[in-house]
């Protein structure tokens, strides 16, 4: 298959998918660098050639440099070439990417309105709306659970005070009474008069300094 047919597909008018011309290009570009290579080669020998025989055989020389020349030329084409298939494989596989991306994108699309499809916005709003309600009550109900109604939380705290006095005064009173029968231990008071009567210095007209 001949480099134009590879790149124009011949007469073959069959629609080529940017698949199979990436492809298509990535061969021809392949084809092309061996050439490619194949004439540095060839651009070396002739070059050599011309060295060896520049002061022995001119005519060898001039001959070997004018084949180098062509060898260049072809070279300067080839690498012109393979600028241009580079390019536009490069572009091919953006557009590609492209197409790719947009059919996701286009199926995606497709999707998401086939889910909306049985969805109204109205009743989406209306249905949040009770979703709210529902939360709130939810939440009420939460509260009103977790409130210990019933187990001492009414209680008046004034009412608890007058009970905690009560207390207190109650074991004050009891502690005192505990305190009354040490009082037997003490000792009587005397009723009757000390048989010697006790004379004090100041009774008897002393000074004492």
């Not at 005519?59 to 012109?80: F, M, N, P, S």
């Not at 909306?116 to 916005?121: A, M, T």
Request: charged share 30%; glycine share 6%; net charge negative.
């Amino acid at each position: 298959m001949s480099l134009f047919t590879k790149m124009f597909g011949g007469k073959n008018k069959e629609t080529v998918t940017p698949q199979q011309a990436i492809q298509n290009l990535s061969e021809v570009q392949e084809m092309l660098m061996k050439k490619s290579a194949f004439l540095e080669k060839k651009i070396e020998g002739e070059l050599a050639t011309a060295k060896k025989n520049g002061t022995k055989n001119k005519r060898v020389a001039l001959q070997a440099l004018k084949r180098k020349k062509r060898y260049e030329k072809q070279l300067t084409v080839i690498d012109g070439t393979l600028s241009t298939i580079e390019f536009q494989r490069e572009a091919l596989e953006n557009a590609n990417t492209n197409t790719e991306v947009l059919k996701v994108m286009q199926g995606a699309a497709k999707a998401m309105k086939g889910a909306h499809k049985n969805l109204d916005v109205d009743k989406v709003h209306i249905m949040m709306d009770e979703v709210a309600d529902q939360q709130e009550v939810a939440n009420e109900i939460t509260e009103a659970i977790s409130n210990p109604v019933g187990f001492g939380e009414d209680v008046d705290e004034d009412e608890l005070l007058s009970e905690l006095e009560e207390l207190e005064q109650a074991e004050l009173d009891e502690q005192l009474l505990d305190v009354g029968p040490m009082l037997d231990d003490l000792p009587s008071v005397p009723t009757q008069e000390p048989k010697h009567k006790i004379i004090y210095p100041m009774q008897c007209g002393v000074e004492i300094h």
